[in-house]
């Protein structure tokens, strides 16, 4: 299906369009109630022309910023020391505890943002949900690929950062991350989401 609004080429299972956000079926609402004729203002005049068609930028929900999801991550952060100052002399792991620490790392955010939570404990209390971009629940798969994309996306965050600076192009630095959704939830075919 092509999007009404972008044109970007979409699933045909899919609700709303990854890219510009707007939910086809309000979309096509909107095109039917701005192409009907009008009911004349006067009886017996002729019928007003409808208003321009303006491109609406209808959502479901809206897309977490920065904002939210640093303060998520340290949450998380704050979650993780606990889990490992926990488990560590539990298991009676020795120094380091690498492998470890990267098991609970995998654990914590994959199992979390697959599960019916929808997201880490950091996300929930910051009132975000991890979904795919029809909505639903992500898949394991996609769980796995926004783990493992985490890095492209940063390294991609701060070449563009790098670029910026070199050329003084502040607005650039700026727009690579402010944009919402980021490289690897595109990527994984995810959005976090306000809850």
Not at 12 to 32: G, H, R, Y
Not at 44 to 50: Q, V
Not at 87 to 100: I, N, S
Not at 161 to 172: E, H, I, Q, R, V
């Amino acid at each position: 299906m092509k999007c009404p609004n972008c044109g970007a080429e979409n699933a045909d299972s899919l609700v709303e369009c990854p890219f510009c956000l707007i939910v086809f079926s309000q979309w096509a609402k909107l095109s039917l109630q701005q192409d009907a004729p009008r009911a004349p203002a006067v009886p017996g005049g002729s019928a007003a022309e409808p208003s321009p068609r303006a491109a609406p930028f209808i959502t479901r929900r809206e897309y977490a910023g920065y904002l939210r999801r640093i303060p998520a991550r340290m949450i998380d952060g704050f979650v993780m020391m606990i889990l490992f100052g926990v488990t560590k002399p539990a298991l009676g792991v020795p120094e380091p505890a690498l492998g470890l620490l990267w098991a609970l790392n995998i654990l914590y955010f994959i199992g979390l943002e697959w599960s019916p939570l929808r997201g880490t404990l950091g996300k929930k209390a910051m009132g975000l949900s991890v979904v795919d971009v029809s909505g639903g629940r992500i898949s394991f798969v996609a769980a796995n690929k926004r783990f493992w994309l985490m890095p492209v996306w940063m390294f991609w965050v701060w070449i563009r950062c790098a670029f910026a600076y070199l050329t003084g192009n502040k607005a650039y630095g700026a727009s690579c991350i402010l944009e919402k959704p980021f490289l690897h939830d595109r990527l994984a075919g995810t959005l976090v989401v306000k809850a």
